[in-house]
C-alpha cells in the first residue's frame, strides 16, 4: 500500500527565525560564513571549504568561466554547465584555472575587415568597448590593433567603414610583454594615461587585456577561494551517462570537484558514477551527486561515497518538474529531513556528508534559513543570472533591462546533444521554461548585500558561525495571516501614488 506522508511539505517563504540573545561580540564584522564543501571525518578539516556558502547553479544561463572567476573571487564556487561537449567544458575549466587576478582574456575580439556595424553590435552584446583587433579574430590571435569608444562617431561615420581605417593600429599601440606582473602592467597604464594595456607573447599574439580598474579589486579581495596555487576554484557538472570520459578531461583540466547533475539522484546510475570516480582516482576527485529529497536518498547517495549532496526536486524558479511529472517536495521539509539524515549519519559513521539546498531561492532570507535549517550551503540559478557576469544577453524590455534565464530541462538548453531519456526522441517531455530575471548590475555587489543581510540576521540568532547557527536556531511556521502583516500593509505607498 502507497505510504503518506501527512505532514504537508513546506517551503521557505512558511517560515520566520526567532531572535536569540545577540551578545557584545555577535557583530557583522565577525561573522564567519566559511563552509564545507566536501565529506570529511570527525575531528579532521575538509580537503575544500567554501568561504561563503553559496554556488552558482549546472546551467547554461548561469554558469561559464566567467561566472566562475566572478564568484570564486567572492569567495563561492561556480559549477561549469556540463550541457555542451567535454572539450568545450574542459576548456572553460582550465580558463577559470590559468586565469590570473587582474589579466582579462578579450571577449569582445574584431578583424580589420570587420565593419563599424560589427562594432556596434558586438558593443550591444557584451557591453565592452575595448575591442581587440586580431588577424584572425580570435582572443588569442596576433593584435593588429583596439577599438575604443573614442575611435569612431557614431553621428558621422559610415556603418560600413571598415575596423582597419580607424582602430588605433599596433605601431601606435603601447603593449605588454607576457610575462609583466599586476603591478608592472598598472604602471604602465598609469603612467601613460591608458585605460588599457594588452599583453602580447614572443610572436606577438594577444594574451590578455589589464584594465586599469581590475588591479584595485584585487588587492581588495580577500575572502577569494584559492587553490593551492592561488588559483581560482571551480566545480563541473557531469552527467551519469559519459562520465568516464568527461571526469578524465576535466581532471587534466584542473577541476576542483565534480557534480552529477540531474532532477533526481537516488539511482544506480548514481551509485555507478560515483564508484567509477572512486576505483578511477580514490579520494583525490571530490564528486558531488544529487538532487534527493529525502533520508533515503541521502543515506544511498552517502553509501555510494558523495562528498556532497544536493538536495530539491522542483523548487526552482525556472522548473515545472513538478507539473510535467509530479515528483518533488517542497524545499524546507526536503532541507529539514536530509539535514536530519546527515546528521544521523555523522553520529553513526564519524562521517560528515555536506548537504546543499539547490533552487528555490526567492529572497535572500532564504538563503539564511536554509543554512538555519541545516543546508552547508546554497545552490542559485536565478540568483546569479541577474548579474553582469552570467553568459546570457542582456535585454531592454518595457519594464526595463533583463537577462535571458532559461532551465537545463527546456528545450532551449536540450538542443544540445546529451539530452535523451533513452528512448524515442518524441517521447521527450520539457522540464523547465525560458525566461528573463531583472538584470541585477554586479556580482560583487549583489552578493556583497545579500552576505551582510545574512550576517545581520545570524547576529540576531546570537551565532557568528553556520554552525552554531543551525545548532540553535529557532523557526516559527508562519500563517498566512501573519505572511500578510510582515510586509507593509494598513498604509498607502507614495512610490504608487
Ligand atoms: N532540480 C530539479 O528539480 C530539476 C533539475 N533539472 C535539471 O535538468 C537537467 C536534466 O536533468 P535530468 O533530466 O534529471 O537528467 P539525467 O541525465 O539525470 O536523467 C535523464 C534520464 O536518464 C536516465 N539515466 C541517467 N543515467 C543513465 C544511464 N547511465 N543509462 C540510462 N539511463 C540513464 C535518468 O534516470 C532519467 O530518466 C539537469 O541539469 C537538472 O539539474 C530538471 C528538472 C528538475
Ligand atoms: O525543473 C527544472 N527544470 C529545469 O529546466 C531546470 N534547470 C535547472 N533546474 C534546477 O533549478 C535550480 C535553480 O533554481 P533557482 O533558479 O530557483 O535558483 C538548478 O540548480 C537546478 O537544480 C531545473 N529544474
Ligand atoms: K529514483
Given at each position: 500500500m502507497a505510504k503518506i506522508i501527512q505532514e504537508p511539505s513546506r517551503t521557505f517563504g512558511e517560515y520566520?527565525?526567532?531572535?536569540?540573545?545577540?551578545?557584545?561580540?555577535?557583530?557583522?564584522?565577525?561573522v564567519d560564513l566559511k563552509t564545507p564543501l566536501v565529506r570529511f571525518k570527525k575531528g579532521e578539516e575538509p580537503a575544500i571549504s567554501l568561504n561563503i556558502p553559496m554556488i552558482s547553479a549546472i546551467m547554461q544561463s548561469v554558469s561559464d568561466d566567467k561566472m566562475a572567476v566572478?564568484?570564486?573571487?567572492?569567495?563561492?564556487?561556480?559549477?561549469?554547465?556540463?550541457?555542451?561537449?567535454?572539450?568545450e567544458q574542459a576548456e572553460m575549466v582550465r580558463k577559470v584555472k590559468k586565469y590570473k587576478a587582474g589579466f582579462v582574456i578579450s571577449d569582445s575580439n574584431l578583424t580589420p575587415d570587420n565593419t563599424l556595424e560589427d562594432v556596434l553590435n558586438l558593443l550591444n552584446r557584451t557591453g565592452h568597448s575595448t575591442m581587440a583587433v586580431t588577424a584572425d579574430g580570435t582572443p588569442n590571435g596576433k593584435l593588429l590593433g583596439i577599438v575604443t569608444a573614442r575611435d569612431y562617431r557614431t553621428s558621422r561615420d559610415e556603418l560600413t567603414k571598415k575596423v582597419a581605417e580607424f582602430m588605433t593600429p599596433y605601431e601606435r599601440l603601447i603593449v605588454g610583454k607576457e610575462g609583466t606582473t599586476l603591478k608592472a602592467a598598472n604602471d604602465i597604464i598609469w603612467e601613460h594615461k591608458l585605460n588599457s594595456l594588452p599583453i602580447i607573447d614572443k610572436e606577438g599574439n594577444l594574451q590578455y587585456l589589464v584594465f586599469r580598474k581590475d588591479y584595485a579589486e584585487d588587492k581588495e579581495n580577500s575572502r577569494a577561494l584559492l587553490d593551492s596555487e592561488k588559483r581560482y576554484m571551480v566545480g563541473a557538472g557531469i552527467n551519469s551517462r559519459d562520465y568516464a570520459e568527461r571526469v578524465p578531461?576535466?581532471?587534466?583540466?584542473?577541476?576542483?570537484?565534480?557534480?552529477?547533475?540531474?532532477?533526481?539522484?537516488?539511482?544506480?546510475?548514481?551509485?555507478?558514477?560515483?564508484?567509477?570516480?572512486?576505483?578511477?582516482?580514490?579520494?583525490?576527485?571530490?564528486?558531488g551527486a544529487g538532487n534527493v529529497v529525502d533520508r533515503e536518498g541521502f543515506r544511498y547517495l552517502a553509501n555510494a561515497g558523495?562528498?556532497?549532496?544536493?538536495?530539491?526536486?522542483?523548487?526552482?524558479?525556472?522548473?515545472?518538474?513538478?507539473?510535467?511529472?509530479?515528483?518533488?517536495?517542497?524545499?524546507?521539509?526536503?532541507?529539514?529531513?536530509?539535514?536530519?539524515?546527515?546528521?544521523?549519519?555523522?553520529?553513526?559513521?564519524?562521517?560528515?556528508?555536506?548537504i546543499c539546498s539547490d533552487g528555490g531561492i526567492v529572497h535572500d532570507y532564504h538563503i539564511t534559513l536554509a543554512l538555519a535549517m541545516g543546508a552547508d550551503f546554497v545552490m542559485l540559478g536565478r540568483y546569479f543570472a541577474r548579474f553582469d557576469e552570467s553568459p546570457t544577453a542582456k535585454v531592454k524590455t518595457s519594464k526595463g533591462y533583463m537577462k535571458e534565464y532559461w532551465g537545463e530541462g527546456s528545450n532551449r538548453a536540450r538542443n544540445w546533444a546529451r539530452y535523451d531519456l533513452g528512448g524515442k526522441k518524441e517521447l521527450t517531455f520539457e522540464e523547465g521554461v525560458d525566461s528573463y530575471v531583472p538584470y541585477a548590475g554586479s556580482l560583487e555587489d549583489g552578493v556583497g548585500i545579500t552576505l551582510h543581510k545574512i550576517k545581520s540576521t545570524m547576529c540576531n540568532c546570537g551565532s557568528t558561525t553556520i554552525k552554531h547557527f543551525y545548532e540553535n536556531a529557532r523557526l516559527t511556521l508562519v500563517s498566512a495571516t501573519s505572511i500578510q502583516e510582515g510586509s507593509a500593509h494598513d498604509v498607502v505607498l507614495k512610490d504608487n501614488q
Open positions: 520566520l527565525l526567532i531572535p536569540n540573545l545577540t551578545t557584545k561580540d555577535c557583530i557583522v564584522a565577525n566572478a564568484l570564486a573571487k567572492n569567495g563561492g564556487m561556480s559549477f561549469i554547465y556540463g550541457s555542451q561537449t567535454i572539450e578531461a576535466l581532471v587534466e583540466a584542473g577541476v576542483d570537484a565534480v557534480c552529477i547533475d540531474s532532477s533526481e539522484g537516488f539511482s544506480e546510475w548514481q551509485y555507478d558514477t560515483i564508484k567509477w570516480v572512486r576505483d578511477t582516482y580514490g579520494d583525490s576527485v571530490k564528486i558523495a562528498d556532497f549532496i544536493k538536495v530539491g526536486i522542483g523548487g526552482g524558479s525556472i522548473c515545472i518538474t513538478r507539473e510535467a511529472k509530479g515528483i518533488g517536495r517542497g524545499q524546507a521539509s526536503a532541507v529539514l529531513d536530509v539535514a536530519a539524515a546527515r546528521d544521523e549519519y555523522f553520529e553513526e559513521t564519524g562521517i560528515y556528508v555536506p
